[in-house]
């Protein structure tokens, strides 16, 4: 009887939880998404499409917290030179079943969509309708010494011209962006909290990109970006 009880109260709460969230994606909506508008830098080999106020900001501030404190975030291990680093971030995998990724040299499955992903990757969907991604890779960088150096997102699960689409929550971290042999070809974006960047065309296979240092920040960020695994 106690049993039923406390079932009950768990499906009233998760049914309220829920109905909760779907008000976030209403709101998401109802913020006439007619003045959000992507800024579109066309670069040399690709382009990155710029939405500051993806999200309003109370929204913003609500999944940073329910996605810090839900998100099965881990601390992943490099091997640089026969000795063993931490990742300077932790991280997360989510997506559809069968989706799996290479991560060095070592094939892991995605953990289940949680309703908040689901949401905020139709939002995302909204703005783009091309795509629909089937993955997310996540980076929890718990203040300004955490980062992620220079590199392209350029695995050869994700194809040839990958979109992927990177939702910042948190603290505004810096996004540096420079051609791999285009020495004058730069660029360099404040991802304010709530703002999402699209990464098109062949960006991954002539650019590389890095979230450096910045050791006067002193609060999270976390980063959502979104992709396609081609299986
Ligand atoms: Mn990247």
Redesign the pocket.
């Known amino acids: 009887m106690y049993l039923f009880a406390f079932l009950l109260v768990c499906k009233i709460y998760q049914i309220a939880s829920l109905k909760n969230l779907k008000y976030l994606t209403m709101d998401l909506f109802n913020q006439k998404p007619k003045e959000r508008t992507f800024q579109k830098f066309i670069l040399e080999d690709g382009e990155i499409w710029f939405m500051p106020n993806f999200m309003p900001l109370s929204i913003a501030e609500k999944y940073l917290k329910k996605l810090l404190e839900t998100i099965n975030w881990k601390q992943e291990q490099i091997k640089m030179y026969g000795k063993v680093y931490d990742v300077p971030r932790k991280t997360a995998w989510y997506g559809y079943e069968g989706f799996s990724y290479q991560y060095s040299g070592i094939l892991c499955d995605p953990d289940p969509w949680t309703v908040e992903l689901l949401e905020i990757k139709k939002v995302i969907e909204y703005f783009i309708p091309t795509e629909n991604f089937n993955s997310v890779?996540l980076n929890h960088y718990r203040d300004g010494n955490d980062k992620?150096g220079w590199?392209?997102?350029d695995e050869a699960g994700l194809g040839i011209n990958p979109t992927?689409a990177?939702v910042s929550l948190g603290a505004t971290r810096r996004f540096d962006l420079k051609h791999k042999t285009k020495l004058n070809q730069k660029l360099q974006l404040e991802l304010p909290t709530g703002s999402l960047v699209i990464m098109i065309g062949a960006l991954q296979h002539h650019w590389v990109?890095q979230i450096p240092v910045q050791r006067k920040i002193h609060h999270p960020r976390i980063n959502l970006?979104f992709r396609t695994i081609k299986n």
Do not use: E, G, K
Request: aromatic letters at 0%; hydrophobic letters at 45%.
């Open positions: 890779l992620v590199h392209a997102d992927i990177s990109h970006t």
